[in-house]
C-alpha cells in the first residue's frame, strides 16, 4: 500500500524558514521523480517543486531561490526547504509520487500518489 505523509508545517512571520518532510513508503521511492505541490483556498493544486529519480530539480518560477527539494533515499524521505517566505506561499502543501517512472521532472497534477498535506501558514 502506497503511503505518503507530510510533516513540518506551520505558521510562521513573512521572511521565516520552514522545512516540510515526506516519509513514503509502499513504492520503489528511488525511481520516482517525487514532488512538491500547495493548494490555496479557491485555487487550483500546483507544482511547487520535483526532483526526479536521477536528482534533477524543477521549480516554479516564484520560488526559485527561495525553496529547495531534497531527497534521502535512505531514508525514503523527501523534504522541502522553504526560506524568505511570504504571505502567498500560504496553503496545504502535499507531497506526490509520479506513478510510472523515467521523468526528470514531474511538477504536474496527473498520476500521482498524493499524501494528505500540511498546512503552511505566512502572515504579513
Known amino acids: 500500500q502506497v503511503q505518503l505523509m507530510e510533516s513540518g508545517g506551520g505558521s510562521v512571520q513573512a521572511g521565516g524558514s520552514l522545512r516540510l518532510s515526506c516519509a513514503t513508503s509502499?513504492?520503489?521511492?528511488?525511481?520516482?521523480?517525487m514532488g512538491w505541490f500547495r493548494q490555496a483556498p479557491g485555487t487550483a493544486r500546483e507544482g511547487v517543486a520535483s526532483?526526479?529519480?536521477?536528482?534533477?530539480?524543477s521549480y516554479k518560477g516564484s520560488v526559485k531561490g527561495r525553496f529547495t527539494i531534497s531527497k534521502d533515499n535512505a531514508k525514503n524521505t523527501l523534504y522541502l526547504q522553504l526560506n524568505s517566505l511570504k504571505a502567498e506561499d500560504t496553503a496545504m502543501y502535499y507531497c506526490?509520487?509520479?506513478?510510472?517512472?523515467?521523468?526528470?521532472?514531474?511538477?504536474?497534477?496527473?498520476?500521482?500518489?498524493w499524501g494528505q498535506g500540511t498546512q503552511v501558514t505566512v502572515s504579513s
Open positions: 506526490a509520487a509520479h506513478k510510472y517512472g523515467g521523468f526528470s521532472s514531474c511538477l504536474g497534477t496527473d498520476n500521482k500518489y
Open positions: 509502499g513504492f520503489t521511492y528511488s525511481n520516482a521523480c
Open positions: 526532483i526526479s529519480s536521477g536528482g534533477s530539480t
